[in-house]
């Protein structure tokens, strides 16, 4: 289900706990991210996945023309995913706030990400949860992605 900030609050309260949370882009939906998606599932009862907005994704510095798909074809796409429980977009350069609302039991994000350097974690071991760095699937990301299909273009 893809939730809007307003229903939120709503939308939480019928989450089954322990209540995992993530984020990132999911810009070209690849293996690594599904396998990643349902790891961090297992680890709770319900995962909720944070999508940056196409103008956030747009300031981290992933490159011209991204992302390539809008945040309503990336939101749908990753809402379809079985391990997926909730989807909800947000603007800001990172998920703090969003972090703070969803109030997570577990917060998680991929091995490239120290757990002690993810965005939230103090927020979130602070109120007794947990934080987890997961491993990546190796060579499975959408920059290489992109990489491998520019490769065959030019």
Same mark, same amino acid.
């Given at each position: 289900?893809?939730?809007?900030? /307003?229903?939120?609050?709503?939308?939480? $309260?019928? #989450?089954? !706990?322990?209540?995992?949370?993530?984020?990132?882009?999911? %810009?070209?939906?690849?293996?690594?991210?599904?396998?990643? #998606?349902?790891?961090?599932?297992?680890?709770?009862? $319900?995962?909720?996945?944070? @999508?940056?907005? %196409?103008?956030?994704?747009?300031?981290?510095?992933?490159? $011209?023309?991204? /992302?390539?798909?809008?945040?309503?074809? !990336?939101?749908?796409? #990753?809402?379809?995913? $079985?391990?997926?429980?909730?989807?909800? /977009?947000?603007?800001?350069?990172? /998920?703090? =706030?969003?972090?703070?609302?969803?109030?997570? %039991?577990?917060?998680?994000?991929?091995? %490239?990400?120290?757990?002690?350097?993810?965005?939230?974690?103090?927020?979130?071991?602070? =109120?007794?949860?947990?934080?987890?760095?997961?491993?990546?699937?190796?060579?499975?990301?959408?920059?290489?992605? @992109?990489?491998?299909?520019?490769?065959?273009?030019?």
């Amino acid at each position: 289900m893809i939730v809007k900030e /307003p229903d939120l609050d709503e939308a939480l $309260a019928s #989450l089954p !706990r322990p209540l995992v949370f993530t984020n990132g882009c999911f %810009d070209i939906l690849h293996v690594g991210h599904v396998r990643y #998606l349902e790891q961090a599932r297992r680890l709770g009862a $319900a995962l909720v996945v944070g @999508v940056n907005t %196409d103008r956030s994704v747009s300031g981290l510095g992933k490159g $011209a023309g991204r /992302p390539f798909n809008s945040l309503e074809d !990336r939101s749908e796409v #990753l809402a379809s995913l $079985a391990c997926v429980d909730l989807v909800v /977009p947000f603007d800001e350069p990172t /998920p703090r =706030r969003l972090i703070e609302r969803v109030a997570p %039991d577990i917060l998680v994000k991929g091995g %490239d990400w120290k757990p002690d350097a993810i965005v939230g974690a103090d927020w979130v071991t602070g =109120r007794g949860g947990t934080v987890r760095s997961l491993p990546l699937t190796p060579d499975r990301s959408t920059t290489r992605l @992109v990489e491998r299909i520019r490769a065959t273009v030019d």
